[in-house]
């Protein structure tokens, strides 16, 4: 499309000229858009509220329990992501489970883990069944091995 009454050549060649404005102004959007919007998520985000982090050697794991806080005798679920460090592979598995270390037991029940996208999982099934000190464990296999994360919850 032309301006009426000024030949095509002409508008062309002043298109040209403003170029390298152009480019200087999509290199910076190109930049904004970096900064701002195609940051991928970090780690857990999609899980909304108060969360808690453990960083292990080859994984990160942020998780949450619903209802939060927990009652003592009655099941909960826990929602938590993992998130690869560095070089390491996506998780191949996960397991969920939780003991008290000074009473040497863990629950009567067997948390099912399920994955809800590619890095969010829900363990349902978790009942403490006692007051005290809890270790919430995250079995994380990938990289031919398996690594351990714990996080410690105190139940009044
Ligand atoms: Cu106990």
């Not at 403003?18 to 858009?33: I, K, Q, S, Y």
């Not at 037991?105 to 067997?110: A, F, L, T």
Request: charged share 20%.
């Amino acid at each position: 499309m032309s301006p009426p009454g000024r030949p095509k050549g002409e508008y062309r060649s002043a298109t040209r000229e403003g170029t390298p404005v152009n480019l200087a102004r999509a290199a910076f959007f190109a930049l904004l858009f970096m900064l701002c919007c195609s940051r991928a998520l970090a780690c857990g985000e999609a899980l909304g509220g108060a969360t808690r982090t453990i960083e292990g050697a080859s994984y990160t794991v942020v998780w949450k329990t619903v209802p939060d806080p927990i009652q003592v005798g009655a099941h909960f679920t826990v929602d938590f992501a993992v998130c690869p460090r560095a070089a390491a592979e996506a998780p191949r598995a996960v397991r969920v489970d939780a003991t008290m270390p000074e009473h040497r037991h863990g629950m009567n029940y067997r948390p099912v883990v399920s994955a809800s996208s590619a890095a969010s999982y829900r363990a349902e099934g978790l009942l403490f069944h006692m007051p005290g000190r809890w270790a919430v464990t995250f079995d994380v296999e990938g990289n031919g091995r398996s690594e351990r994360l714990t996080s410690v919850l105190q139940l009044e």
